[in-house]
């Protein structure tokens, strides 16, 4: 700390630096989330229709089944990643994590490309083997999974990578040196460490996926989803309020996942 | 050992390869197998305007995230007052908020704005400004910074010229990378362009979903190539800037 400054006019130079963001803060985020609140809460209590319901469990059921593959999925590359020293690694981080910049719509189209109905994969194992394997799937619950996995891996990957990093191995030596065998190491000791980060990362990429947007729009032909029930409420049928409504829960199951996984966190 | 480079590489081809069939079918020519630009012709005589709208756009929202962010992430790590760290936390959570819900809660909240752009850059700073708050807010905190101001101030460096020569030069890093990422959030920025979109005032990602819509895999391809385009050298320039202090987790 410096001696030629009081702490209060510290405070007030901080409160200075401050205000362009709080005025930001205030004109951007509360404000439009208190007109949303108010939208939606109009007319008495919030009453949604069957469809929604539907679009609320079939998101929500989806992003689970994410959120599980992609920490699976994602677990060795992100301890490669974190512990691992070897040439080439910045070209296989910025591999891994290329698809970071892929906005959703980006990726439904990938997934369209890849496993549509004349899609890259059903293609070639036509040519390959003869028949054609997950021709037409990016419309599909299957298709919907691997296109948002390949929009949660990068996420996935960076999230875990970062807790990795922070992990002691003196721990894992000591259990080595008394014979216990990699696979148990593992096991027994190894992931029940990482469990915060995991719970955490499990969290990050089901909030993701759940209010992920542009994937939906792309692929969301046969499934009721809530991103998608919001845009088509609120452009086509310019039903505002359920739009809003929708929103609000999405923001709700959102926020609630994220205590959950601070809670968690600070138990364990 | 052979494991982890296995899964690895598998993973890795699943990132790339789809991207890279993308940019394939970009080379054919609409109608027949021939390879061609002329997908990559159309896409700019067409689209050209919303890419310049896009790179100004991505321009402005860097600018200013950055005059609004810098000085908060500052006051937040080395001038905290007593709500600061609400403060902070406060302006985090969009990025925990469904895009989608957040982008109807600010054409809600500026129904009467539409058209106008200020609303879209308003709208994607909720995005990139944690993220400068973010990286601003690390370095400074992992930063010996006290240690050297005191060491420059007992060498006889008055104020102005601790912060000139000392602590300015140090944020020069943290502040770039943040300005490349801001310009890769706002470049690839979706939920809000779309929903805010008019012919006049529409964003690349928008125009890449109008190919998306068309029925020319060839003309989709070009502009998601274009797209990339504009996205990887932020992103590889982060990866390479990006400096890891407690790489491999064997701590300091």
Redesign the interface.
Known sequence: MSVDSTPSSRQRLGILLTLPLMGFLAFALIYPIYRLGGLALTGGPVRLDRVAWLGLRNSIVLSLGVAVCSIVVCFIPAWVLARWNFRGKLLLRTALTLPLTFSGVVVGFLAILMIGRVGFIPVLSEKLLGISLLGGAAYTPLGLVMAYLYFEIPRATLALESAFSEFDSDLEAAAATLGAAAGRRMFRLIIPMLFPALVATFFLTFSVSLGSYGVALMLSRRLTLVPMEIYTSFTGFLDDQRAAILSLALIAISLSVSLASRLIRRLT | MA???L??GI??L??????L??VS?SFRAPESEQWSGSSYEYVMTTYGSSLSFSLKLALFVVIVSL???V??A???T?????F?GV?EE??M??L???????????????NSMRGNWLLLA??Q??YT?PYV?RILGNSLRLLPI?EL?EAA?TLGAG?YVRYRRVIAPLMIHPTVLAALIVF?ISW????VS??LATPTQLTF?AA??AT?TSNS?SV??AA?AI??LG??PF??AF??LER?P??????V
């Open positions: 494991w982890g480079y899964t690895t993973v890795t699943i990132s790339l390869l789809p991207p069939v993308a079918h005059v609004i962010a000085p908060a500052i006051a937040f080395r001038f905290p007052f007593r600061s403060i406060l302006i959570t969009p925990s908020l469904p895009g989608i819900s957040i982008a109807i809660a600010v054409i809600v909240g500026y308003m709208a700073m909720l400004i708050v006290d101001e101030r104020r890769a690839g920025e979706f939920n779309f929903l990602p890449l979903f998306y895999l989709a391809g998601t797209f990339i996205a990887v992103f590889i990866q390479l890891r407690f790489e491999g987790g064997q701590g």
